[in-house]
């Protein structure tokens, strides 16, 4: 199945952040990646500070937070340590209305990364792919995580979940946390060190290069 996702967050139009309260319809669940990520050797990353819940300490933000590292280790990824410099930056926002992405068909993340290694400054033209544009809405509603090189500060992965309308209290909690697990469905990528950990749930679904079959 072709995925169609937005690729950089300069691709949203301008929209509001939910104050603080997301009640759930049914999500769509998809994403997009860049053909320069170099998706074999990411291994560890940080937050990204900045505005509304990825930088205040509201107890959605945090619940968001905890989330996307529970995602993230289970698939083989640290959190960086002291100074030194992660490999992947992650951001995330929630938005509310509907909204403009311009996103593109691509092929799955997995059977990319497979098949064909980043693409840099020095890829010969006739090797490298072609983005197909998709214009697309978004319903009311909208968590994106996005993962960024922090070597070339440019996002190489988007992930939403659009429709998503989060409550108050404990059911918003639970909406976040499935977006959350959902989204990451559409980055089935594990780090080399999941697979010599000997993970039983990677020796069992895994490729030898950090893929999914």
């Known amino acids: 199945m072709k995925l169609t996702l937005t690729f950089w967050l300069g691709c949203l139009l301008a929209v509001g952040l939910l104050p603080g309260c997301i009640a759930a ?13 170099r998706f ?4 560890s990353y940080s937050f990204i500070t900045g505005t509304g819940l990825a930088a205040d300490s509201s107890h ?7 989330a996307i590292r529970q995602r993230l280790r289970a698939q083989g990824y640290r959190p960086a340590r002291g ?6 930056l992650v951001s995330f926002r929630v938005f509310e209305g509907d909204m403009h992405f311009h996103g593109f068909n691509q092929e799955e993340l997995t059977t990319w990364v497979k098949n064909n290694d980043a693409e840099d400054d020095e890829t010969p033209d006739d090797q490298r ?7 697309l809405l978004l319903a009311e509603g909208t968590l994106l995580v996005t993962l960024i090189d922090a070597r070339t500060n440019r996002a ?13 209290g404990l059911r918003g909690q639970v909406v976040l ?11 089935r ?4 060190n999941y697979f010599q950990g000997g993970n039983v749930e990677g020796s069992a679904g895994g490729g030898a290069d950090g893929t999914e079959p």
Do not use: K, M
Not at 25 to 37: I, N
Not at 60 to 66: A, E, P
Not at 156 to 168: D, K, L
């Open 40 to 43: 074999r050797r990411y291994r």
């Open 83 to 88: 100074n030194n410099r992660p490999d992947l």
């Open 156 to 168: 190489v992965w988007n992930g939403y979940a659009s429709g998503v309308t989060v409550p108050e």
């Open 129 to 135: 792919h072609t983005y197909q544009p998709v214009r």
């Open 60 to 66: 959605l933000g945090d619940v968001l937070r905890d």
């Open 177 to 187: 946390v499935r977006s959350v697990r959902s989204i990451f469905d559409r980055y």
């Open 25 to 37: 319809r049914e999500a769509r669940v998809e994403s997009d990646y860049s053909y320069g990520g």
């Open 189 to 192: 990528i594990f780090t080399e």
